[in-house]
């Protein structure tokens, strides 16, 4: 399994990034994917959830109505959506998934509002 993360970057508030995350070594499009982030200082946060067919998707509270989590399965690609980007935002962001045994996830984005 193998997840790469791409489009982080520097951005001021209230702009917007759009994250990709390029899977392989896996059947993409039987899995669920996950986008998580983690600050510096701040615990590990759940970001949003999608289901295998793209048709269910979930957020936490914090990002409702400003990301939109999808996925194409015809690329095997994942992405995040981020618009009226917050300071708060600022974060390492990474891609995962799991098979009900492992958890996979990728190296990383970093995405800085400032």
């Known amino acids: 399994v193998q997840l790469v993360e791409s489009g982080g970057g520097l951005v001021q508030p209230g702009g917007s990034l759009r994250l990709s995350c390029a899977a392989s070594?896996?059947?993409?499009?039987?899995?669920?994917m996950n986008w998580a982030r983690q600050a510096p200082g701040k615990e590990f946060e759940w970001v949003s959830a999608i289901n295998s067919g793209g048709v269910n998707t979930y957020y936490t509270d914090s990002v409702k109505g400003r990301f939109t989590i999808s996925r194409d399965n015809a690329k095997n690609t994942l992405y995040l959506q981020m618009n009226s980007l917050k300071s708060d935002d600022t974060a390492l962001y990474y891609c995962a998934t799991d098979d009900k045994v492992n958890t996979y996830w990728g190296q990383g984005t970093q995405v800085t509002v400032s």
């Open positions: 070594g896996f059947t993409f499009s039987n899995y669920g």
